[in-house]
Each structure stands twice: as C-alpha cells, then as structure tokens.
C-alpha cells in the first residue's frame, strides 16, 4: 500500500505533511510561547528595518567605513560590558517584568531616532549616543529574553523547538525587514524604518502583558552581584561543553559576525548598487539562516547538534572567503543564503545545547555569557574589521574573518569526543529522549555487542 511499510508484521506509516508541520511548530501548543511569538514576529521585522537603515544612514552621511564600524562598536560593546550583570539579575528578579522594561526603552529610543531623522538634525554623534544606549538595552534584554523562554515552556522536549522556532522568528523578520527598509531608504529615506519600527514595540509589549507565568522561587542565593557573577563565571568556565560551546561562539562573533558592518561597502562600491542591493543582500543572509532555523526545527531530537555546530562554522567561514571575492550580484546573493544558514546553525546549536545541560539556578547567567559571547564580542570585531577595512579594503577583511571561522571549526572538532562524553551523563540523569544517551555511548564507547551485555541500548 502506497504510504507504508511493512517490517516484520508492523506497518510504519511514513510521516505526512501534515505532521511534518505539527513537528516544526510543535512549541506553539503552549499559550505563553504562543503570545510570545506572535509580539516578537512583528517586533523585530522593525528592528532588522532599523539595523538595515542605521548602517546606510552612517555611510551616507559620512562616506567612512571606520565609522560604520564604531556606530557598531558603540551599539555592542554594553553587552560585553553589562551581560554578564543581567545575567546575575536574571536569576534573581521577575524575568517578565525586565523584558517588559526593556522592550518599552528599546521603542523610546527608536521614536527618538526617528525625529532626529525627519527632522533633518541628526548628526553621528547622536547615533552613536543611541547607538550605544539600544545596546544597554540589549545587554540586559537578550540573556534574560534567552532564560525566559524556559519558563513559557511547559514542556522541557519542546525546549528544542522553541528556540529553533525563535531563531525562525527572528530570521523571516530578517528577510522580511532589509527588504522593506531597502525599498523605504529608496523611495523616501531612513526616518520612516525607524518609526515604523518604534511602533513595531507595541504588539510585544502587549504579548508580555498578557502572559500568565507560574512564579517560581529563586534558587540563586541572595549574595553579592560579584558573587554570583563569580560563581557562573566558574561553573561556565568549569565545565567542557559549556566553555568550548561559548569559545566558538566568540571567535565566529569576533572574526565572521562583522560581515554585516561591512555591506554597505559591498553594496555600494564593488556590487555598484543601492540601498536595495543592500537590503537583497540581507534579505539573502536572512533567507539562509530562516531555512537553518526551520531543519533544526524539524529535528525531533538534539542528537546531532554537537556535529553540526563545527560544520555549521566551517560553512559561514568558507561562504565568507567566497562572498568577499565575488563581484557579480546573483553569486554573492547565493553566497549571502549559505553564510546565513551557516551562522544560524551554528548559533542555534549552540544555544539548544547550552539550554539543555545549564543547570536551573545558573541558566540565566549561562546565557549571559552566550550573549557576550554572541553580541559582546562582535562590537570588537566590528570595530577591527572597520579598521582594517579602511587599511586593506572590505573584500580581504572579510576573507581573513572566514578563514578564522574555518579554524575554529577544526579545533572544536578536535574536542567533540571529549564534549560528548561529558553531555552523556547529564541527558541520562533527565531522562528526556533517551535515544539521545545510546548515540552519544555508541559514538563515544567501544563497541559492544547484545551478545555480551543485557543493556538493551546496545542492540
């Protein structure tokens, strides 16, 4: 019969479409994580708007590559200085309630921005300043916004899923976002992106208000700020996985992320485009990384995801070494899709990963270190690579930050089998998808046959 399969007496149905769709939007069956990603959808359609509009609006009021990449500086460098702070907080205070805070002063500032622009006042100084000020914000928003989505979880297996379709979320607003600002800059400039995106702010903020979390106590004791930053700084650092997790993600953040400083440059002086070259360019990475987003949705276990995170890695870096030599628009569109799905597998991995071994009491100041990870160290690399940039042009800056990619690719894989040995305890003791502990043993144990063991795992 057309749809099955027979082994041994047992008929195997293959899965249908309309499964397949269940599986990938999975973590939307619960109402919390639901209104969640219902607010952030629109939101952050208007934030990729602003980042795409803010970097052409520094280029064309000052023709500098170096000031695209302190204007990227500025926007960053809090989360390398505050993160690690939120992250304490975090563990301490009503996480809903700091989002909430966040989300409001995020849509202050882009209101502000926007008048500076329609107005014709705004100078570099004032988008440094704000710059700077969203990037406060983010510092606080991102590692609480990551330990939250525990929380809007009823389920732990949906975990996964959640963060992949987070990851969708932000990455369709990706695709969506440059496209739209590209069209707006051309046809009536940059003040409309960031008002439009200073009203996205209202539907998340409403989400957030009418989510019911169940208040559970802190288990993180009320000591000192230091303290606490001390005792997660030990146990990230402590533990294998975590730190090498963390260490990938900072070397891709310093060398590879600063891409995104340098494409106005790309669009403009090698592609001899516009702003819409540059927002098919972004639009192009975004696509990329909504289909990484949308696989590692469709995977029903994380089985795997410790072999894809250096893969993911040597992609970004190869696709990066491709893109900065290409001058013709179609190949660098396509090259733009792979560096996207690369960037984002590698991200989403990684903080699938790092969510499910993290113990509770110290989730929060875990992923404040992912943040400064991700985001802390990027504003360094923005501001090298537009230094360097200015020194010996876009194409070989980028080309370099590929083949640093591509090298920690090779060392993270050199530690996998000593990662995986040590994440196999931790999968066993929760006893979720156990399926997951037997690969992990068979990738990492010798070889042993049902013959000579009663554990049924090694059949």
Same mark, same amino acid.
């Given at each position: 019969?057309?749809?099955?399969?027979?082994?041994?007496?047992?008929?195997?149905?293959?899965?249908?479409?309309?499964?397949?769709?269940?599986?990938?939007?999975?973590?939307l069956?619960?109402?919390?994580y639901?209104?969640?990603?219902?607010?952030?959808?629109?939101?952050?359609?208007?934030t990729?708007?602003?980042?795409?509009?803010?970097?052409?609006?520094?280029?064309?009021?000052?023709?500098?590559?170096?000031?695209?990449?302190?204007?990227?500086?500025?926007?960053?460098?809090?989360?390398?200085l505050?993160?690690?702070?939120?992250? #304490? $907080?975090? +563990?301490?205070?009503?996480?809903q309630h700091? /989002?909430? !805070?966040?989300?409001?002063?995020?849509? @202050?500032? *882009? &209101?502000?921005?926007?008048?500076? #622009? $329609?107005? +014709?006042?705004?100078?570099?100084?004032?988008i /440094?300043? !704000?710059?700077?000020?969203?990037g406060? @914000?983010? *510092? &606080?928003?991102?590692?609480?916004?990551?330990?939250?989505?525990?929380?809007?979880?009823?389920?732990?297996?949906? !975990?996964?899923?959640?963060?992949?379709?987070?990851?969708?979320?932000?990455?369709?607003?990706?695709?969506?976002?440059?496209?739209?600002?590209?069209?707006?800059?051309?046809?009536?400039?940059?003040?409309?992106?960031?008002?439009?995106?200073?009203?996205?702010?209202?539907?998340?903020?409403?989400?957030l208000?009418?989510?019911?979390?169940?208040r559970?106590?802190?288990?993180?004791?009320?000591?000192?700020?230091?303290?606490?930053?001390?005792?997660?700084?030990?146990?990230?650092?402590?533990?294998?996985?975590?730190r090498?997790?963390?260490?990938?993600?900072?070397?891709?953040?310093?060398?590879?992320?600063?891409?995104?400083?340098?494409?106005?440059?790309?669009?403009?002086?090698?592609?001899l485009?516009?702003?819409?070259?540059?927002?098919?360019?972004?639009?192009s990475?975004?696509?990329?990384?909504?289909?990484?987003a949308?696989?590692?949705?469709?995977?029903?276990?994380?089985?795997?995801?410790?072999?894809?995170?250096?893969?993911?890695?040597?992609?970004?870096?190869?696709?990066?070494?491709?893109?900065?030599?290409?001058?013709?628009?179609?190949?660098?569109?396509?090259?733009?899709?792979?560096?996207?799905?690369?960037?984002?597998v590698?991200?989403?991995?990684?903080?699938?990963?790092?969510?499910?071994?993290?113990?509770?009491?110290?989730?929060?100041?875990?992923?404040?270190?992912?943040?400064?990870?991700?985001?802390?160290?990027?504003?360094?690399?923005s501001?090298?690579?537009?230094?360097?940039?200015?020194?010996?042009?876009?194409?070989?800056?980028?080309?370099?930050?590929?083949?640093?990619?591509?090298?920690?690719?090779?060392?993270?894989?050199?530690?996998?089998?000593?990662?995986?040995?040590?994440?196999?305890?931790?999968?066993?003791?929760?006893?979720?998808l156990?399926?997951?502990?037997?690969?992990?043993?068979?990738?990492?144990e010798?070889?042993?046959?049902?013959?000579?063991?009663?554990d049924?795992?090694?059949r």
């Open positions: 019969m057309q749809g099955t399969t027979t082994v041994s007496g047992t008929i195997n149905h293959r899965p249908k479409p309309v499964q397949r769709l269940k599986t990938v939007f999975r973590a069956r619960h109402r919390n639901r209104l969640f990603f219902t607010g952030q959808s629109i939101s952050l359609v208007g990729w708007m602003q980042r795409v509009a803010l970097g052409w609006l520094v280029y064309r009021l000052t023709d500098s590559v170096f000031l695209l990449g302190l204007v990227g500086f500025a926007g960053q460098i809090p989360a390398f505050f993160a690690p702070i939120a992250g #304490v $907080l975090a +563990d301490r205070w009503n996480k700091i /989002i909430i !805070l966040t989300q409001v002063a995020a849509m @202050i500032q *882009a &209101f502000i921005l926007s008048l500076l #622009v $329609l107005t +014709d006042l705004v100078h570099i100084w004032h /440094i300043v !704000l710059s700077f000020f969203l406060l @914000i983010n *510092a &606080f928003d991102m590692p609480v916004r990551q330990s939250f989505v525990v929380e809007m979880i009823d389920d732990k297996k949906d !975990l996964g899923n959640a963060i992949a379709l987070n990851s969708s979320m932000v990455n369709s607003a990706r695709l969506l976002g440059p496209s739209i600002a590209g069209i707006l800059i051309a046809l009536i400039g940059e003040g409309p992106c960031f008002l439009l995106n200073a009203i996205s702010y209202l539907p998340v903020i409403a989400s208000l009418l989510m019911r979390i169940a559970k106590s802190s288990k993180s004791p009320a000591s000192k700020i230091w303290k606490g930053l001390k005792d997660g700084f030990t146990y990230a650092s402590g533990f294998e996985p975590i090498t997790i963390l260490l990938l993600i900072g070397l891709v953040s310093l060398m590879g992320m600063p891409y995104i400083v340098l494409m106005p440059v790309f669009a403009r002086d090698i592609l485009g516009g702003p819409h070259t540059l927002g098919f360019l972004m639009g990475a975004g696509l990329g990384a909504l289909a990484g949308i696989y590692l949705a469709s995977k029903n276990t994380v089985l795997g995801l410790g072999r894809m995170i250096p893969l993911a890695a040597a992609l970004l870096g190869i696709s990066l070494i491709a893109f900065s030599f290409s001058s013709m628009m179609w190949i660098s569109l396509v090259l733009m899709l792979t560096t996207g799905f690369g960037q984002m590698q991200m989403a991995s990684s903080n699938t990963i790092l969510q499910t071994i993290v113990d509770d009491d110290k989730r929060g100041r875990v992923m404040s270190f992912y943040t400064l990870s991700f985001m802390g160290i990027t504003p360094l690399g501001l090298a690579a537009g230094y360097l940039a200015s020194i010996i042009g876009a194409p070989w800056t980028l080309a370099l930050g590929g083949l640093a990619c591509i090298f920690g690719a090779a060392l993270f894989t050199k530690r996998l089998p000593a990662i995986r040995q040590k994440i196999r305890p931790i999968y066993v003791n929760m006893g979720i156990p399926e997951i502990a037997r690969g992990i043993q068979r990738a990492t010798p070889t042993v046959t049902a013959k000579n063991t009663g049924p795992s090694s």
